[in-house]
């Protein structure tokens, strides 16, 4: 009788997520990496695999660091956002082009518009595992001393740049 | 005025359902004999009532009638006929339509195949499909009706999404769905079977060729789409992982796993409680793929913000069926019994593995599938789990899948021994070891991956050559009379396994040594991949019946000969004003030839994708193998005798699929 009645248990605790899930309100979850210092990487770079690029060289700038990858539906939504944010100049933004290959990445940087200052090629996921990246797209804000400021999961819509991603970095410039 | 003839009809199509699903129910357990013999004429009533529903809508969008919000919509007068009559299903009002027509059509076939059931178990059976279609009716008539009138009238149709204008696309919804609702008889099937306590072979029996047609239905369905992906998105990809494939996938592991569990009930008489919970499963998981997808949960979460009485009757409705068999399961199963039992070695355990191994398979793939379901409406952001999440958890899991798939219908029942099944199968063991290092350093390369893919593939080969020679060795008799004396169930199997190995060997061969160039063309450039040369001869502006296209010309020479002229397009769909990529492909048995236009840059160049896909027609064939192994499967004769109800004697040994 126990084990006859998992399926059932199972199946009942999916429809309770799915029931809370219908009626919860959107809310932030705190990254576990927030207030630590990004984790070192030192990868090739998408448009020249023979330069390499590192969290080091970002030191004493406030950047943001976007993982996208050519594969991913919701990367599209945010692309013309990251677009517009880099053609304002406000902040740079670095990259992180997660278990892609390179061809198709640049093929969709070339069909979308390219808001990044240098995009770095982790096509293992090692570099995602190190920052925590659960699903693409995530985007990091960075400050000068190279430490996690935020963590944003899913795309940046506009409402999230200008209400949490603008002023946070503005903070962060003055420092 | 027909629009309201079709509503109609629906609403008595309604009530039908609720007396063909409940006095035949409550007759079977009273014993009531009027009672259940009202199941058959409901079924047939509702069937001509939703047909008429259904052809109302169709009429409605043949003749443009605008004051249908539903065809309003959908559809747009410069929208060929063919178009028109697809795009009946083509929204979430219309696919409900369909779906409810082809539960139907299912019900209607039970009741005239059914003949010779015990009244009280065919009562069952029909009533249970009678809720289902209750559930669907009544989710129409509340929240999606298709018949709403849209007041004032539309001019014109807001057009049908241009990804659907396309062939495929007018059978791959109707195929996909034959397979998702048949799996609701193997349900019925079940769910009558622990009503009534009679879990037994002749259940099994019943089942089978049910299960098998509609896991026919749904591989035919799945190939289908696979193959629309692939002419239809320019990507040269044919399997993307994404939210409405993985809903048609899910269903398709777990249907496998139970046509060849119902294979080993009915044999062995053991299995019986996990068969039964993957015939609940499996038609569990076509509703919820199929909401998942119709409802646009998974495409956008707004659709519950916009209409949450959607969202709330869907997830209502799934409690009620999938919550309801479930509790059934319980408290019925454990009084089941157990069956035959078997040995540590045995074909019981092999196949039991391999439905392990299935299963896990599809709680991946759910897993995958609603995780980001969950994060959007945790209102965590959207993700992509995409590719690397199920390539990593796939591979692991079919791996030994594939491999007992060799094993299996070679060992004993019961009782088989390892160092006979060493014996058996250690010349295709080291064939298929031979093969997968040494045809990859001919063909260029070597990766683990590429390796395994074709051992795996030549095992499969080389373990049914294996099997196939065992049977019809060592006879006086003519070799036509050895084949016939084989069931065509046994037939089945073999070649559904064989498209296994051919699919597998596509899959394998297309990963590992496909290649792919992105270039910048002007008329007369010349392009280079896999020894062939792509010459682009511009394009042509070319105008269809509601679009505009530029056509490509590329000329494919090899050395000098002419090979073949492809001719990819960018349409632009004028309604919703959307681009669409139509692929050029020359496609053939070694490999497929694919370009598709990007996007025009400056003076007359285009950039180009071009693709050289090695064996990848294999991946379809071997689906269409697996498909006809299985029609083989139900033609098998045993079926055909309505009187037997006796199981097969111990001693029989065929298996299919």
């Known amino acids: 009788m126990k084990r006859a009645l998992l399926p059932l248990i199972i199946f009942l605790v999916v429809v309770g997520f799915l029931f809370v899930g219908l009626n919860l309100d959107p809310r932030e979850v705190p990254s576990p990496l927030v207030g630590k210092p990004a984790p070192a990487f030192s990868l090739p770079r998408l448009d020249n695999a023979d330069k390499m690029i590192s969290n080091k060289d970002m030191l004493g700038k406030v950047w943001l660091f976007n993982v996208w990858a050519s594969w991913c539906g919701a990367c599209r939504d945010e692309h013309h956002v990251l677009v517009a944010l880099s053609k304002s100049g406000v ?85 | 005025m027909i629009p309201e003839i079709g509503h109609f009809a629906l609403i008595l199509a309604l009530i039908v359902a609720l007396i063909q699903g409940v006095f035949p129910i409550i007759g079977a357990t009273r014993g009531n004999v009027v009672w259940m013999g009202l199941a058959q004429p409901a079924a047939r009533a509702q069937f ?76 069952r059976i029909l009533g249970v499909m009678g809720l289902i279609s209750v559930g669907f009716l009544l989710f129409m008539l509340s929240v999606s009706n298709p018949f709403e009138r849209l007041i004032p009238a539309a001019m014109d149709g807001r057009d049908l999404n241009p990804l659907l204008q396309d062939p495929g696309m007018v059978f791959h919804p109707p195929m996909l769905y034959m397979g998702y609702v048949g799996f609701s008889v193997a349900f019925a099937f079940a769910i009558a079977a622990l009503l009534g306590g009679e879990l037994d072979s002749a259940w ?22 696979s193959n629309w992906a692939y002419y239809e998105l320019g990507w040269g990809g044919w399997w993307f992982w994404d939210a409405v494939e993985n809903a048609s996938f899910m269903p398709w592991l777990v249907g496998t796993a ?18 039964v919970l993957l015939a609940i499963c499996a038609f569990s998981l076509s509703l919820l793929g199929t909401f998942l997808v119709r409802s646009g949960v998974l495409t956008s979460v707004h659709a519950f913000a916009t209409d949450p009485r959607r969202g709330l009757f869907i997830l209502a409705f799934l409690v009620l069926v999938i919550g309801g068999s479930l509790l059934l399961f319980a408290w019925r199963a454990p009084t089941v019994g157990r069956g035959g039992k078997f040995g540590v070695v045995s074909r019981e355990s092999f196949l039991l593995a391999n439905n392990v191994l299935l299963a896990v398979a599809a709680i991946s793939v759910l897993f995958g599938t609603l995780y980001p379901l969950f994060l959007d ?75 395994l893919g074709l051992f795996l593939a030549f095992w499969i080969f080389a373990t049914t050559a294996n099997l196939v020679y065992q049977r019809l060795r060592g006879s006086d008799q003519s070799l036509m009379a050895r084949i016939k004396s084989n069931s065509y169930s046994w037939w089945g199997m073999v070649i559904a396994h064989l498209g296994i190995a051919v699919f597998t060997l596509g899959v394998t061969v297309v990963k590992g040594f496909e290649s792919e160039i992105a270039v910048r063309m002007s008329p007369g450039d010349v392009a280079h991949l896999a020894g062939f040369d792509f010459t682009f001869e511009g394009v042509t502006e070319i105008e269809g019946p509601n679009y505009s296209a530029s056509r490509g010309h590329i000329r494919i020479t090899k050395n000098g000969i002419e090979r073949t002229l492809i001719n990819p397009e960018k349409r632009l769909y004028h309604v919703q004003n959307m681009p669409m990529t139509e692929a050029g492909i020359s496609p053939s048995v070694i490999h497929d030839l694919y370009a598709s236009l990007g996007e025009p840059l400056d003076g007359g160049a285009w950039s180009v994708r071009i693709y050289h896909k090695p064996m990848v027609e294999w991946v379809w064939f071997g689906c269409l193998m697996m498909a006809f192994g299985g029609l083989l499967a139900i033609s098998d004769r045993r079926y055909r005798l309505k009187s037997r109800t006796k199981p097969l004697p111990e001693n029989a040994t065929e298996i299919s699929t």
């Open chain 2, 377 to 451: 409406a945790l209102g965590l952001g959207k993700i992509s789990v995409g590719p690397p999440y199920f390539d990593t958890v796939f591979a692991p899991l079919m791996a030994p899948a594939l491999f007992l798939m060799g094993v299996g219908p070679i060992a004993r029942w019961k009782q088989a021994t390892l160092p006979e099944l060493a014996m058996r199968l250690r010349w295709a063991f080291g064939i298929s070891v031979a093969t997968a290092v040494i045809l990859p350093l001919l063909l260029g390369h070597w990766t683990p991956m590429i390796g």
């Open chain 1, 91 to 175: 902040v740079p933004i670095y990259g992180l082009d997660y278990k892609d290959t390179r061809l198709d990445a640049l093929q969709w940087l070339a069909e979308r518009g390219n808001p990044y200052v240098a995009t770095a090629v982790d096509e293992n996921g090692r570099v995602g595992i190190d920052y925590g990246v659960y699903g693409v797209p995530e985007t990091y804000v960075i400050d000068k001393a190279g430490v996690i400021a935020y963590k944003q999961i899913g795309p940046i819509t506009e409402a999230v740049l200008r209400d949490k991603i603008l002023p946070l970095v503005k903070r962060l410039q003055i420092q």
């Open chain 2, 48 to 123: 001509l009532l939703v047909a008429v529903a259904f052809i109302c809508l169709a009429y409605a969008f043949a003749t443009m009638d605008y004051s249908v919000t539903y065809v309003a919509s959908n559809s747009n007068s410069r929208l060929p006929l063919q178009y028109r009559i697809a795009a009946v299903w083509g929204g979430h009002e219309g696919s409900l339509l369909l779906w409810a027509v082809i539960l139907s059509v299912w019900t209607v076939a039970v009741s005239f195949f059914s003949k010779h059931l015990p009244s009280a178990m065919r009562a």
């Open chain 2, 258 to 275: 139970l046509m060849h569990s119902l294979a080993v009930t009915e044999k062995r008489g053991s299995f019986k409680a996990w068969t």
């Open chain 2, 204 to 225: 099994a029996r019943w089942s089978r060729p049910w299960t098998t047609l509609a896991w026919v239905f749904l591989t035919i369905g799945i190939m289908a789409g």
